[in-house]
């Protein structure tokens, strides 16, 4: 099953906790695909933006990526928008063709300003219709003159109060004369509504008898002599070119929408769990409910059927490929493309996509070399934004992942924006290294992913300094930090990379099993924190000793 084409929506995104690599990769291949006239796709981000994002596209004058704190499920995803209203004054006549016409078993009911009222349904609608028909009760409607008119297609011949909507009770003179005065004097006569044919008595008494509305039916007229009187009194007088018996079933119709409409089924938020409302769904009239927006207006219809389809959004991963880096709720959605410069970890597919991994610096390298191959000129501040990603993700072409590659790439962007690679390498090394009034759940989770390695996990985060000594003087808080993630997360260990880009070597502080740091066998400086030399990158120098640490204490126990 196919997704809503109408509303579908491709999400290219990074991992969690993106760094600016992550951020920028995915602004600058939804302006690839964008520029390429796929409108449906747009640049998304899984967290907060670091200093040194928020620098970047500042100060090119990009916007941030749309921000998704999850895709757990949600009815934003499955709805159908664009499906019809109908106003709470509009009659019951009308509500009804609207449902036969688009071949619908529901309707949402709005006021004015579109936020939803109740919701019209053919088994409440045939419920309340059963009780007013039954012919042990009288009947009474509420309904306007206008809406008598309308419904009835009457010729008016005098009008007052046509506006005002109330309850009248219906008198049909098909008796004789005297029975007629009873049943009519059994009723207020200002709130009652005379049905009746060619008969003048019946229309004299009843305007002298000041009636709410005097309906004639099968286009019979009255004389002048009393329509002059009916204005005198104040009778509204509507001529109906339907036969009485017609007349009659067809005034039921006359009444607002929300004399039958249901005003006790609750919608639902286009942000609310489809787990959340299945149950909701499942016991609802017709198994649908209207969907509305934080302001209350309704912008489409959820059934029960709707949460088997496929959602109407599909996902394109960049900078990371491993599902548990990936932002929460990734496995309900179709994945179409990833593109990555990471180690192999990624979840399998029902179908082929396209997925591409090079062995390069930044995930912005591979998505400018796109721009090269596909012949797609890069915009000015696209151009600038991904520079800012390979230097980011190279410590300024200095880590150990630069590839020539990555420095062709660079070289390329700088030649189209015109900046200096390391005049501006030292701006986002600046960015990124003040850490000054940040605390330290800011700082290890600004940057951090989750690894595993058989039955075993654990997360290693990286920041970027020109000096280590303050993260040492708040070791305490940030070890504290470590292990209160380590236990949340049932990890093995948590680990935050602190990389001196001075020096170009980096500080391992470490929360985490008291026999697996035992084993862990690197230089080590004071407790929980180890000393990495010439190491600064995670991903290539630092995760394989990891893992390989890891698999070690693993055969050990």
């Not at 067809?250 to 938020?269: E, G, Q, R």
């Not at 009239?285 to 029960?304: H, M, Q, R, T, Y």
Request: charged share 25%; with cysteine.
């Amino acid at each position: 099953m196919k997704p809503n084409t109408h509303q579908r929506r491709v999400y290219i995104i990074g991992h969690r906790n993106p760094d600016t690599d992550s951020v920028v990769s995915a602004a600058a291949y939804a302006a690839l695909k964008q520029a390429q006239g796929q409108a449906d796709y747009h640049a998304a981000r899984a967290g907060k933006p670091t200093p040194q994002t928020e620098y970047i596209f500042n100060r090119f004058k990009v916007p941030l990526p749309e921000f998704l704190a999850d895709l757990v499920p949600k009815v934003a995803y499955h709805y159908k928008p664009n499906i019809r209203t109908i106003g709470e004054g509009t009659s019951l006549w009308e509500a009804m063709e609207v449902l036969e016409k688009n071949e619908i078993r529901a309707l949402p009911v709005v006021d004015g300003e579109g936020r939803y009222h109740s919701l019209l349904h053919y088994s409440s609608f045939a419920q309340k219709i059963l009780k007013m028909i039954n012919p042990q009760q009288k009947t009474v409607i509420q309904t306007s003159i206008d809406l008598l008119s309308s419904v009835l297609h009457t010729q008016a011949l005098v009008v007052r109060n046509e506006k005002e909507v109330r309850k009248s009770p219906i008198v049909i003179a098909a008796a004789e004369f005297d029975t007629f005065k009873e049943h009519l004097g059994a009723h207020i006569p200002a709130n009652t509504i005379v049905i009746t044919g060619n008969r003048k008595d019946i229309q004299e008494h009843a305007i002298e008898s000041g009636v709410r509305a005097l309906i004639i039916t099968n286009g019979n007229m009255i004389s002048k002599e009393l329509r002059s009187r009916a204005e005198e009194r104040d009778v509204s007088v509507l001529i109906s070119p339907y036969d009485t018996a017609s007349t009659a079933l067809l005034i039921i119709y006359s009444m607002p929408v929300t004399c039958m409409s249901n005003a006790a089924v609750k919608p639902v938020s286009r942000n609310d769990t489809t787990r959340k409302v299945a149950p909701l769904l499942a016991n609802s009239p017709g198994k649908s409910l209207p969907v509305v927006d934080d302001s209350g207006a309704v912008i489409g219809v959820i059934s029960e059927s709707d949460l088997y389809g496929d959602p109407n959004i599909e996902l394109i991963m960049v900078d990371h490929n491993e599902q548990s880096q990936a932002i929460e709720g990734v496995e309900h959605y179709r994945i179409l493309e990833i593109i990555d410069h990471h180690r192999l970890g990624n979840p399998p597919s029902r179908e082929p996509i396209t997925f591409i991994n090079k062995p390069v610096g930044a995930t912005s390298t591979i998505i400018t070399t796109l721009y090269q191959e596909q012949r797609i000129p890069i915009r000015p501040e696209i151009a600038s934004i991904l520079l800012c990603g390979i230097l980011a993700d190279t410590l300024v072409l200095q880590s150990a992942t630069t590839t020539q590659i990555d420095r062709s790439a660079a070289e390329y962007l700088s030649n189209i924006t015109n900046l200096d690679i390391e005049t501006l390498g030292k701006d986002l090394l600046n960015a990124a290294s003040n850490i000054s009034g940040r605390t330290e759940e800011d700082l290890i989770g600004q940057d951090m992913k989750e690894y595993a390695e058989g039955e075993y996990s654990f997360t290693v985060s990286q920041i970027e300094v020109e000096d280590p000594h303050e993260i040492l003087g708040r070791k305490k808080a940030f070890i504290e930090n470590l292990e209160a993630r380590r236990q949340r997360g049932g990890h093995l260990f948590s680990a935050l990379l602190v990389t001196d880009i001075t020096e170009l070597s980096s500080l391992l502080l470490v929360a985490g099993d008291s026999g697996f740091e035992q084993s862990m066998g690197l230089p080590k400086m004071e407790d929980s924190v180890y000393v990495l030399r010439d190491v600064v990158s995670r991903k290539k120098q630092l995760m394989p000793i990891l893992s390989e640490i890891t698999e070690r204490f693993r055969d050990e126990r």
